[in-house]
């Protein structure tokens, strides 16, 4: 019996493994999303429990963080020992387990490379926390290589692992799109550093240089640009007659918004992974991107050429030659593949194995 569940026979000599999932209460994203992997990862191998603070919706402002960090600190590490657990997953670049052995998954580090895109508070919460976190965790895990390569310069006592996260391949073939209308998915937080309003002026600026109806597909989660976006969307499509939003959407809902797009697009200057680029890719969708960060680690994308506005033009504008989207999708569908599922558990099972016999 653990936590008032009684555990089946299966179960009973499994190691518990406790997975912070305060990225959850946030609403949809990339990073929320992972936790679901590392948990499907693990289910066959472990006992795995997800604990989310409670009563965390109902706050905001300073409060909310104040509460943020005593759970990544305390609060989850309390949770975690009450539960047997073995192993502590901190999947959010915050975390102290005590003297639980503990996985932290540092996803990028992009206020420490990029400080003049967050406030101040959060600057200098992130410079002590991470590096906090960093250097007591047993084992910090990356997406990408990139990622682990940026936090052994941060931090060279960390100990880190890079385990690309995985994806499904959706398609044998790409789906040819609707070249009427062709959709272009956006699938971002509205974070300073993915440049949403940057990726849309390219749209309307290639709706009118190139005389093509495209659409998009835009699937947003607020961020600390968010109010501005929402205020290019209004003031240049104040009909909703090209740009369509989505929030909270369902796993099934993203995954029929890559299916048959034109392309998937991003003006991120920075990326740990790219996961919703890494997503569209396993329907056999075009990325246009800037080879930023991870990106082109996975799906790379071509080469940039002049300015980023101009870049990105110019990869939508080739793409509307039928035989270049087809050698760009199938480029994009064999990326894909190369990340696989059955690798990822691979690799998180060894990890939580050996943690496992430490504890």
């Not at 600190?73 to 639980?100: D, K, Y």
């Not at 993915?194 to 749209?203: D, E, N, Q, S, T």
């Amino acid at each position: 019996m653990i936590g008032g569940v009684r555990l089946s026979d299966d179960q009973a000599d499994l190691a518990v493994i406790a997975v912070n999932d305060l990225i959850g209460t946030l609403g949809p994203s990339g990073s929320a999303r992972s936790v679901d992997l590392i948990c499907d990862a693990l289910e066959q191998v472990a006992v795995v429990r997800r604990f989310q603070p409670e009563r965390f919706a109902q706050t905001g402002g300073l409060k909310k963080a104040v509460r943020m960090v005593y759970w990544d600190l305390w609060g989850m590490a309390n949770r975690a020992r009450r539960e047997s657990s073995r192993v502590i997953i901190h999947p959010t670049n915050i975390g102290h387990s005590g003297r639980i052995p503990d996985v932290l998954v540092i996803h990028d580090l992009m206020v420490i490379e990029h400080p003049e895109l967050f406030s101040r508070g959060y600057r200098l919460m992130a410079s002590i926390l991470f590096r906090f976190s960093a250097k007591r965790a047993a084992v910090v895990v990356t997406p990408s290589g990139y990622s682990a390569q940026k936090v052994r310069q941060w931090e060279p006592k960390a100990n880190v692992v890079a385990i690309p996260w995985p994806v499904q391949i959706k398609a044998n073939e790409p789906t040819t799109p609707d070249w009427v209308a062709p959709r272009i998915v956006v699938v971002s937080s509205t974070d300073k550093h993915k440049r949403v309003g940057l990726a849309l002026a390219v749209v309307m600026q290639a709706r009118e240089a190139l005389s093509w109806d495209f659409r998009v597909d835009a699937v947003l989660r607020p961020g600390n640009e968010h109010e501005s976006v929402m205020s290019w969307i209004s003031q240049n499509d104040p009909c909703g007659e090209w740009i369509t939003v989505h929030r909270d959407v369902s796993a099934e809902f993203l995954d029929a918004t890559y299916q048959g797009a034109f392309c998937s697009l991003t003006a991120s200057i920075d990326e740990g992974y790219g996961l919703p680029v890494v997503e569209a890719a396993a329907f056999g969708v075009p990325p246009v991107h800037l080879n930023s960060g991870a990106l082109k680690e996975f799906v790379p994308a071509k080469e940039r050429t002049g300015s980023d506005e101009a870049s990105l033009l110019q990869q939508l504008e080739q793409l509307t030659d039928s035989t270049a989207w087809s050698a760009e999708a199938s480029r994009a569908l064999a990326s894909a593949r190369r990340l696989s599922p059955d690798r990822f558990s691979v690799a998180w099972r060894e990890l939580i194995a050996r943690l496992s016999e430490q504890s």
